[in-house]
């Protein structure tokens, strides 16, 4: 297939309808959810709805660039934006996750310190500065979570799937499909084991280990950041998803392939936050 | 003026011309001079933070000033000269690298100079050690109070609400000269000793904020901050909650009095004086009419911020006690709420503020007022019980 | 502002081979960085109407002591919402539009990198504004915290809380995908010859613009995320009795709320720095020297942010580390005042509507960048945080600094999209009443400040009745001399005189040599760029 990249003019899309019917996913969705946190009759159907045409406009919007993708609407210079833009997007990405690790760092650094100083001693009397911690006020006791067993594991898992979805790239950078499905099949499994461990983390941590969300600020950060990640490991196995079928159809090639790169980086992030994660919430 | 019905002295500082009244106060500011009939300035320092903190105000004031003039001196020279109209013709210099060089350097320079007695102030102003007496402030919604740690007062302890009439908020009556500024029981304090004030709160973060002493310092719930004053001149200073905590955070004034060491002292023995007297027997057997009356006082100063007077509430966010579910039920779910209050709402845990007898009497008259009149009485030994629980 | 050039294009640029929808469709479908734009201009001028009455219902509060109209709560709410629409629905919009409008046309793009999304960046701000005026009306109201949301007071509100936290939500998403946008034109779609170093200034703004834009706005989510689970999942992020601590949030809002206040001042400078050469009638002074203040501003703003809590108990070292870096800012935003006035210096000037707004930006945004440095300093913070003169201070930056300056912008370009002149003798009417009134409104507030008045309260003892009064007159009469802006550019957008296509002759860059109302594509090939057009 040959481009007439650097001629070609650069591709405006024609008006589309899935901009708004987005607007109003997300309109139903916050709705849904503000009324379900409210406890107001009805809320949860307004948040299946927001889903539901979430789900419409998803798929919609990605069959039309995927549609003007393979109908090789895009030049080079169309490429170099969508590359652009997901670099700027990841980093968009870093500075969420930035907000969760400054908050552990300042509760761990500052907060917890301070709370137990001696000048506010006689406020919270016998408070000590160790972590974890689930505060001065807290009651019951709790197990931490620790950090070689299934955190470990859960690091190789994503480790080897960092190695599976490169391996997939070189399949399709030298031309062998069967390598890149093979290797895209890998990734999708690493991930489902990683979510599914994850999901037994968190059920052993709620009944025998009494880690919970209101653990203290312990239980607030561990599951506010894991499970931030949870999720986007979660985005990142449904596009891996999305790749390999459109690889198994006969997608991409050997030269043009940005959406295989986009979700690969996607991936990588979420790799290199896990470590992050490992490191300064089950390590440290 | 339509809006000004109140008679006092500041009545007549206002006159028609808005233009007049701006270049004034331009020229005022320009000057430095502290026009105190305008209140153009800074308030009047009584410690000597604050009077640092106003010369370096005046200082700074000074350096932008005359940064100000010196660019539009310039921007005015050009609008008048450089004109089109004039049939100026435009240069087409673009670039100069000493100038611009020098632009930057030069301010730098300024901001270095600025930096030296804005760096010391501040080191005074954080100096807490070695206080002479020190004073505990919890901010409530909406009100503070005021627990003597140290000194002649030890051990005392009050709140210190609002004391200006509703008639006067809602302009049903004149406003008098110290119109939301004053309250039931100022913090009082001895002249030219260091203060040291250590401020929290229960609920929400205030702000406890005194002027004239350079002091703001927030209250924030679960935490203890410091700071502190040596007042030089007794007289009774006043200043605000400087933090947004809700419905009446402008409602919240801090009242300090300085008194001379002589009637400090004879204060501090007073206090404790009913102290002593107030402290009740806490198994005392107490009828109805007394716990309601009691009980009344304490709704009135602790209450009826949110759930009015009335009982009727502010609903739906405070709602309404008179004929509520919680207030005519149970006796220990009524208790519950008021001694550990609600969290993720205003309603606070009323169990660490108030005594068991004042518990007692304010449910005992909640249960009995306005359309609940169940009759029953509860006496401090059963809020005693539920305590902790 | 684009009706008449809509009739403008139907005829030449039907060549696309789709035909595109009209009416109600065309704009709700639209992938046209110019109709985006004025969806953008209009939505964030009809937000400036409604957060412009919020705050006439505060000054009307406020104009003599007692309550007179409005209920405490409602106040707080009031207050809460003005600020949240006019900087979210208002200033950023504004900026925004202009963004959409004049990027690919000033780089020779043939619209914005990403057309379609960039029509989801706008469509997502109407589902925001319904949230959060909708949070009005449901029980308990609209939040009263304040715009900063500091717990815990935000805990204790009702639902509307949780409402102003998705609309903060989806605001972010918008600012993101719309400066992703950005971004990625400016990097990859300039035409061939235009280096980064000789792009117009407006550009170079919104790219560091868009940069703060990505960095901090997930910022703020993060923040606004972790006080939803405090809400409702039992988190204790910010409460101490679980070892979390409400300070936190400051820390993290502020993070992102000082580079925010930047945000809303960048593109202001960005419009300035091409009025002003314009009607100077030579090159700006110093380009190079405008390009590394703007990236300087842009970095130190990630490090200043606690100069928004000197009196939460920060410890000393902490005040001093951040008053310094405070006052560090003043040299970058001064370097670009300094080079402004040089620009003017010995050109040829001359006073068109454009430029009156421009130079009313210049003084009172010094005045406020001034009395910004005074708030600086940590001691004199101390007495002044929390008092109207912070007020003063951010509506001189805010108002005469950004309005203006979209102000400028907008008569400036209003020619290039309608294709008609506005009306100049009205444009300075509109400009010498919002200049006095403006004054009268905050000037007297900085008095009030420094006299101890603190901000968001809806009652006042008596020492600040004066200056109230007057303060708030001149809103009012700020607030109505806006409505003449309307008549100018329904006059403009319905006739006038033709605007020729260049119609200020000071004026350079690419967009000056398209036709006026600029054809509905603009650049479909790349345009040649020479240095008669060049910037730096
Ligand atoms: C457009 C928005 C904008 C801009 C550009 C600025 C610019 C600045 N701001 Fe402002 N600020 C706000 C919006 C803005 N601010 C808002 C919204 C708040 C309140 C938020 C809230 O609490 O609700 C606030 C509050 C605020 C505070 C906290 C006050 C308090 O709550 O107690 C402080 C304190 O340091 C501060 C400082 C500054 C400084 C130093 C600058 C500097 O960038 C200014 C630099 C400019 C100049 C100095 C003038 C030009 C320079 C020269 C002519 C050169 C020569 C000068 C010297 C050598 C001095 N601002
Ligand atoms: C860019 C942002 C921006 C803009 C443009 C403005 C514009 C204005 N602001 Fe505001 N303001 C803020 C940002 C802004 N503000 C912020 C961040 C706060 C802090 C909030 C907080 O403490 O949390 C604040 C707080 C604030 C206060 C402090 C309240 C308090 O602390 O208690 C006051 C009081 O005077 C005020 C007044 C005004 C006025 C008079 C205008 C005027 O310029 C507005 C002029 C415009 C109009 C008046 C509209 C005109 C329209 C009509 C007259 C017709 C109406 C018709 C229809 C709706 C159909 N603002
Ligand atoms: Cu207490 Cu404001
Ligand atoms: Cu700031």
């Not at chain 1, 040959?2 to 650069?10: F, G, K, M, V």
């Not at chain 2, 250590?198 to 700071?227: C, E, M, Q, Y």
């Not at chain 3, 589902?127 to 609209?142: M, T």
């Not at chain 3, 430029?355 to 440095?373: D, N």
Request: neutral net charge.
């Amino acid at each position: 297939m040959s481009h007439p990249a650097s001629t070609s003019r650069y591709f405006v899309p024609e008006p589309s309808p899935w901009p708004l019917v987005g607007s109003i996913a997300l309109l139903l969705l916050a709705s849904g959810a503000v009324l379900m946190m409210n406890s107001i009759a009805n809320g949860g159907f307004v948040l299946i709805g927001g889903f539901a045409v979430l789900a419409i406009m998803l798929f919609g919007w990605f069959g039309r660039v995927i549609g003007e993708s393979e109908g090789q609407r895009y030049n080079l210079q169309v490429d170099r934006s969508f590359r652009l833009a997901m670099a700027w997007f990841i980093f968009s990405e870093v500075m969420f996750f930035v907000a969760f690790f400054g908050a552990l760092f300042y509760i761990r650094v500052v907060a917890i310190p301070d709370l137990a100083s001696p000048e506010q001693a006689a406020l919270w009397e016998g408070f000590r500065n160790v972590w974890p911690s689930a505060g001065p006020a807290a009651k019951d006791p709790f197990t931490q979570m620790h950090a070689w067993g299934i955190p470990a594991i859960n690091t190789l898992l994503l480790l080897s799937s960092g190695v599976t979805v490169t391996w997939a790239h070189w399949g399709l950078v030298a031309n062998k499909r069967q390598q890149l499905i093979i290797g895209l099949m890998l990734t999708i499994l690493l991930g489902a084991l990683f979510l599914t461990l994850q999901v037994y983390e968190y059920r052993e941590a709620y009944s025998h280990l009494n880690l919970k969300m209101t653990t203290g600020v312990y239980g607030s950060t561990f599951f506010m950041l894991t499970g931030f990640h949870g999720f986007h490991v979660t985005l990142g196995v449904t596009m891996l998803t999305v790749i390999l079928v459109r690889a198994m159809k006969g997608h991409f090639t050997a030269e043009r392939h940005f959406a295989f790169e986009g979700v690969a980086w996607y991936w990588h992030f979420v790799d290199v936050v896990w470590l992050g994660l490992f490191v300064v919430i089950y390590w440290l | 003026m339509a809006g000004c019905s109140y008679k006092n002295g500041y009545a007549n500082r206002l006159r028609p011309g808005f233009t007049g009244l701006l270049t004034a106060g331009l020229l005022a500011l320009l000057s430095g001079a502290a026009n105190a009939a305008w209140e153009l300035n800074l308030q009047e320092p009584v410690t000597a933070v604050a009077r640092r903190v106003y010369h370096l105000h005046s200082l700074l004031l000074w350096v932008i000033v005359v940064i100000f003039i010196g660019v539009f001196a310039v921007v005015a020279y050009s609008i008048v000269v450089h004109r089109k109209s004039r049939g100026h013709r435009a240069a087409s210099f673009h670039d100069n690298t000493t100038v611009e060089l020098a632009w930057t350097i030069v301010p730098t320079l300024i901001l270095i100079a600025i930096a030296f007695p804005a760096t010391s102030a501040l080191v005074d102003m954080r100096d807490t050690s070695r206080p002479d007496l020190t004073i505990k402030v919890t901010g409530y919604q909406w009100k503070w109070g005021y627990e003597y740690l140290t000194g002649d007062a030890a051990g005392v302890k009050y709140m210190s609400v609002l004391s200006t009439p509703r008639e006067q908020i809602e302009n049903k009556a004149p406003k008098g000269e110290h119109y939301l500024l004053e309250v039931d029981r100022p913090l009082v304090v001895p002249v030219g000793k260091k203060v040291r004030i250590l401020t929290t709160a229960n609920d929400v973060i205030h702000n406890w904020s005194v002027p004239a002493f350079a002091v703001k310092t927030d209250a924030v719930p679960g935490f203890l901050r410091d700071t502190w004053f040596r007042a030089e001149k007794e007289g009774t200073y006043r200043g605000q909650c400087s933090e947004l905590c809700g419905k009446d955070h402008g409602f919240m004034p801090v009242v300090v009095e300085v008194v001379s060491e002589e009637k400090y002292a004879a204060w501090a023995a007073e206090q404790k004086q009913e102290l002593a007297a107030a402290a009740e027997d806490p198994n005392k057997v107490w009828t109805l009419d007394e716990l309601v009356a009691r009980g009344e006082k304490v709704y009135t100063a602790n209450c009826a911020a949110c759930h009015q007077a009335t009982g009727a509430g502010l609903p739906p966010v405070f709602p309404a006690l008179d004929g509520s579910k919680i207030a005519k039920g149970p006796k220990q779910g009524h208790l519950g709420i008021v001694i550990n209050g609600k969290t993720g709402t205003a309603m606070a845990a009323f169990g660490a503020q108030l005594s068991d007898t004042d518990i007692a009497a304010v449910v005992t008259y909640e249960r009995n007022a306005w359309t609940n009149k169940l009759g029953d009485v509860i006496q401090p030994a059963e809020v005693k019980a539920l305590r902790g629980k | 502002m684009q009706a008449t050039s809509h009739a403008g294009y139907a005829g030449n640029h039907d060549h696309d081979s789709h035909g595109h929808p009209t009416g109600w469709k065309r704009w709700v479908t639209t992938t046209n960085h110019k109709d985006i734009g004025t969806m953008y201009l209009w939505f964030s001028f009809a937000m400036f109407l409604v957060g412009g009455a919020m705050s006439l219902i505060l000054r009307a509060e406020l104009f003599a002591p007692g309550l007179q109209y409005v209920s405490p709560e409602f106040y707080n709410q009031m207050l809460t919402l003005h600020a949240l629409i006019m900087v979210f629905g208002a200033i950023m919009p504004a900026f925004v539009g202009f963004a959409n409008w004049m990027i690919p046309m000033m780089i020779g793009a043939s619209d914005m990198a990403f057309a379609r999304m960039n029509n989801w960046s706008f469509w997502l701000l109407p589902p925001a504004a319904i949230l959060l005026s909708a949070s009005i009306f449901v029980p308990g109201g609209a939040p009263g915290t304040g715009w900063t949301l500091y717990p815990p007071l935000s805990i204790q509100m009702g639902m509307g809380m949780d409402m102003a936290i998705f609309a903060v939500h989806i605001l972010g998403m918008s600012s993101i995908m719309g400066s992703i946008n950005i971004v990625t034109t400016i990097l990859n779609l300039r035409t061939p010859g235009m280096t980064l170093m000789k792009m117009p200034l407006f550009c170079w703004t919104w790219l560091v613009t868009a940069f703060l834009l990505i960095a901090s706005m997930p910022i703020l989510a993060g923040a606004v995320t972790m006080l939803l689970t405090d809400r409702h999942f039992g988190t204790s992020f910010f409460s101490a009795a679980g070892g979390g601590d409400p300070v936190l949030f400051q820390h993290i809002f502020w993070f992102f709320g000082h580079p925010e206040v930047y945000i809303i001042a960048l593109p202001a400078f960005g419009v300035v720095s091409h009025v002003i050469p314009a009607f100077s009638r030579k090159p700006l002074f110093g380009y190079a020297s405008m390009v590394y203040a703007i990236a300087a501003i842009g970095l130190i703003s990630f490090f200043v942010w606690a100069h928004h809590m000197y009196v939460t108990g920060i410890p000393l070292t902490g005040q001093l580390y951040f008053m310094y870096a405070t006052m560090l800012i003043a040299v970058p935003t001064g370097v670009k005042v300094f080079n402004w006035v040089t620009t003017m210096w010995r050109g040829s000037l001359s006073f068109e509507t454009p430029m009156l707004f421009a130079l009313g930006f210049l003084v009172l945004f010094t005045i406020g960048g001034l009395t910004g440095l005074v708030l600086a300093m940590t001691a004199v913070d101390i007495q002044l945080q929390d008092t109207y003169y912070v007020v003063a201070h951010f509506h001189y930056v805010m108002v005469a600094g950004a309005l203006f300056s979209a102000y400028a912008g907008l008569y400036f370009w209003l020619p290039k999209w309608t294709g008609h002149m506005y009306n100049e003798g009205l444009g300075k009417l509109h400009f010498w009443l919002s200049m006095i009134f403006f004054n009268i409104a905050f000037f007297p507030q900085h008095f009030l400040g420094l006299a101890g008045m603190p901000r968001r309260i809806p009652d006042y003892a008596q020492q600040f009745a004066d200056f109230n009064v007057i303060s708030s007159i001149g809103a009012f009469g700020f607030g109505f001399s806006q409505l003449l802006v309307l008549v100018v550019v329904i006059q403009a957008v319905k006739g006038g005189a033709k605007a020729p296509s260049r119609p200020w002759d000071g004026a350079h860059g690419l967009e000056w040599t398209v036709p006026s109302p600029a054809p509905y594509h603009t650049f479909e090939d790349p345009p040649v760029f020479n240095q008669a057009e060049a910037h730096g």
